[in-house]
Protein backbone atom coordinates (compact mmCIF):
# COMPACT_ATOMS: atom_id res chain seq x y z
CA UNK A 1 0.00 0.00 0.00
CA UNK A 2 1.18 3.85 -0.42
CA UNK A 3 0.87 6.38 1.81
CA UNK A 4 0.84 9.87 1.63
CA UNK A 5 2.65 12.17 4.65
CA UNK A 6 1.97 15.84 4.57
CA UNK A 7 4.27 18.07 6.47
CA UNK A 8 4.04 22.12 6.62
CA UNK A 9 7.96 23.20 6.72
CA UNK A 10 9.15 26.58 8.13
CA UNK A 11 12.17 26.50 4.79
CA UNK A 12 12.18 25.28 1.90
CA UNK A 13 16.02 24.89 1.11
CA UNK A 14 18.11 22.23 0.93
CA UNK A 15 19.16 22.67 4.66
CA UNK A 16 15.60 21.89 5.38
CA UNK A 17 14.92 19.61 2.96
CA UNK A 18 17.61 17.03 3.48
CA UNK A 19 17.07 16.07 7.39
CA UNK A 20 13.52 16.00 6.16
CA UNK A 21 14.36 13.31 3.97
CA UNK A 22 16.99 11.92 6.69
CA UNK A 23 13.66 11.53 9.15
CA UNK A 24 10.95 10.39 6.95
CA UNK A 25 13.37 7.65 5.70
CA UNK A 26 14.59 6.35 8.60
CA UNK A 27 11.41 5.94 10.51
CA UNK A 28 10.09 4.42 7.26
CA UNK A 29 12.84 2.17 7.38
CA UNK A 30 12.65 1.50 10.92
CA UNK A 31 9.31 0.09 10.10
CA UNK A 32 10.31 -1.91 7.53
CA UNK A 33 8.86 0.63 4.70
CA UNK A 34 10.12 1.80 1.70
CA UNK A 35 10.04 5.67 0.99
CA UNK A 36 9.01 6.39 -2.70
CA UNK A 37 9.32 10.10 -3.21
CA UNK A 38 9.39 13.35 -1.52
CA UNK A 39 8.03 16.48 -3.39
CA UNK A 40 8.22 19.77 -1.57
CA UNK A 41 6.14 22.73 -2.73
CA UNK A 42 8.20 25.97 -2.72
CA UNK A 43 5.19 27.83 -3.06
CA UNK A 44 2.69 26.19 -0.53
CA UNK A 45 6.06 25.57 2.30
CA UNK A 46 4.90 21.52 1.73
CA UNK A 47 6.53 18.54 1.69
CA UNK A 48 4.63 15.41 0.43
CA UNK A 49 5.68 12.49 1.11
CA UNK A 50 5.05 8.73 -0.28
CA UNK A 51 6.11 5.36 1.27
CA UNK A 52 5.19 2.15 0.51
CA UNK A 53 4.43 -0.19 3.02
CA UNK A 54 1.53 -2.75 4.24
CA UNK A 55 -0.16 -0.39 7.76
CA UNK A 56 -0.85 2.55 8.09
CA UNK A 57 -0.92 2.18 11.77
CA UNK A 58 2.91 0.59 12.18
CA UNK A 59 4.40 3.88 9.76
CA UNK A 60 2.19 6.27 12.01
CA UNK A 61 3.80 4.28 14.94
CA UNK A 62 7.54 4.91 13.72
CA UNK A 63 7.17 8.57 12.48
CA UNK A 64 6.10 9.30 16.35
CA UNK A 65 8.92 7.01 17.60
CA UNK A 66 11.02 8.99 15.69
CA UNK A 67 9.57 11.85 16.44
CA UNK A 68 8.92 13.03 12.93
CA UNK A 69 6.50 15.67 12.52
CA UNK A 70 3.63 15.14 10.09
CA UNK A 71 0.05 16.46 9.87
CA UNK A 72 -1.45 13.82 7.46
CA UNK A 73 -0.75 10.33 6.75
CA UNK A 74 -3.47 8.99 4.43
CA UNK A 75 -3.77 5.99 1.89
CA UNK A 76 -3.42 7.03 -2.16
CA UNK A 77 -3.37 4.93 -4.89
CA UNK A 78 -0.98 5.52 -8.41
CA UNK A 79 -2.50 6.75 -11.35
CA UNK A 80 -0.70 7.17 -14.51
CA UNK A 81 2.40 5.74 -13.92
CA UNK A 82 3.87 2.28 -12.72
CA UNK A 83 4.94 2.03 -9.61
CA UNK A 84 8.70 0.45 -10.51
CA UNK A 85 9.54 3.65 -12.66
CA UNK A 86 8.41 6.01 -9.67
CA UNK A 87 11.14 3.89 -7.50
CA UNK A 88 13.38 4.36 -9.93
CA UNK A 89 13.00 8.27 -10.45
CA UNK A 90 12.62 9.50 -6.96
CA UNK A 91 10.66 11.95 -8.49
CA UNK A 92 11.85 14.87 -10.30
CA UNK A 93 8.37 17.13 -11.04
CA UNK A 94 8.65 20.62 -11.37
CA UNK A 95 5.03 21.15 -10.53
CA UNK A 96 2.54 19.78 -7.94
CA UNK A 97 -1.14 20.65 -8.62
CA UNK A 98 -3.81 19.70 -6.11
CA UNK A 99 -7.50 18.98 -6.57
CA UNK A 100 -9.90 19.06 -3.77
CA UNK A 101 -12.64 16.60 -4.68
CA UNK A 102 -16.14 17.36 -4.55
CA UNK A 103 -17.97 15.21 -2.25
CA UNK A 104 -19.83 13.49 -4.87
CA UNK A 105 -17.07 11.99 -6.56
CA UNK A 106 -16.00 8.29 -6.13
CA UNK A 107 -12.98 6.68 -7.19
CA UNK A 108 -14.87 4.82 -10.10
CA UNK A 109 -16.42 8.03 -11.81
CA UNK A 110 -12.59 9.76 -11.20
CA UNK A 111 -10.89 6.74 -12.56
CA UNK A 112 -13.71 6.48 -15.77
CA UNK A 113 -12.63 10.02 -15.90
CA UNK A 114 -8.79 10.01 -15.93
CA UNK A 115 -8.89 7.48 -18.54
CA UNK A 116 -11.40 9.42 -20.58
CA UNK A 117 -9.32 12.67 -20.58
CA UNK A 118 -5.86 11.76 -20.30
CA UNK A 119 -5.32 11.38 -24.10
CA UNK A 120 -6.10 15.04 -23.92
CA UNK A 121 -2.61 15.95 -22.90
CA UNK A 122 -1.06 15.61 -26.18
CA UNK A 123 -2.90 19.04 -27.27
CA UNK A 124 -0.67 20.74 -25.12
CA UNK A 125 3.58 18.90 -25.77
CA UNK A 126 5.22 21.24 -23.79
CA UNK A 127 3.81 19.76 -20.34
CA UNK A 128 4.27 16.58 -19.43
CA UNK A 129 1.84 14.62 -17.11
CA UNK A 130 4.07 12.40 -15.02
CA UNK A 131 1.36 10.65 -12.60
CA UNK A 132 -1.15 11.14 -9.65
CA UNK A 133 -1.82 9.85 -6.16
CA UNK A 134 -5.04 10.16 -5.06
CA UNK A 135 -6.32 9.87 -1.58
CA UNK A 136 -8.55 6.43 -1.12
CA UNK A 137 -10.50 8.81 1.02
CA UNK A 138 -11.42 11.04 -1.61
CA UNK A 139 -10.72 14.32 -0.51
CA UNK A 140 -7.95 15.21 -2.93
CA UNK A 141 -5.13 14.37 -5.48
CA UNK A 142 -2.06 15.32 -6.31
CA UNK A 143 -0.80 15.78 -9.69
CA UNK A 144 2.64 15.87 -10.82
CA UNK A 145 4.17 17.56 -14.18
CA UNK A 146 6.95 18.92 -15.84
CA UNK A 147 6.48 21.83 -18.01
CA UNK A 148 7.61 25.11 -19.49
CA UNK A 149 5.66 27.26 -16.63
CA UNK A 150 2.82 27.75 -14.40
CA UNK A 151 0.63 28.99 -17.17
CA UNK A 152 1.07 26.11 -19.29
CA UNK A 153 0.08 23.50 -16.56
CA UNK A 154 -3.03 25.72 -16.02
CA UNK A 155 -3.72 25.38 -20.24
CA UNK A 156 -3.13 21.52 -19.25
CA UNK A 157 -6.09 21.49 -16.83
CA UNK A 158 -8.06 23.50 -18.68
CA UNK A 159 -7.45 20.51 -22.04
CA UNK A 160 -8.80 17.85 -19.80
CA UNK A 161 -11.12 19.94 -17.99
CA UNK A 162 -9.83 19.35 -14.32
CA UNK A 163 -10.01 22.41 -11.75
CA UNK A 164 -7.05 23.46 -9.98
CA UNK A 165 -7.10 23.84 -6.15
CA UNK A 166 -3.28 24.57 -5.40
CA UNK A 167 -0.69 25.07 -8.04
CA UNK A 168 2.66 24.55 -6.53
CA UNK A 169 6.40 25.10 -8.18
CA UNK A 170 8.65 22.45 -6.94
CA UNK A 171 11.88 22.11 -4.96
CA UNK A 172 14.58 20.01 -6.37
CA UNK A 173 14.90 17.37 -3.50
CA UNK A 174 17.85 15.64 -5.45
CA UNK A 175 16.83 12.30 -3.54
CA UNK A 176 18.50 9.22 -3.80
CA UNK A 177 17.29 7.55 -0.50
CA UNK A 178 19.41 4.51 0.05
Not at 21 to 44: D, H, K, P, Y
Request: with cysteine; charged share 30%.
Amino acid sequence: MLFLIERAMDRVDEGAIQPLLSEVSAAVRAAGGELIETQVSVTLGRAYVIVEHESRDRIEAYLRVHNVPFESLDEVRLVGADLEAVKASRGSAQYLVEWDFPPTLTMDRYLARKKEKGPLYAQIPEVQFLRTYVREDMTKCLCLYNGPDTESICRAREIVDTPISRLSTLAETRERVS
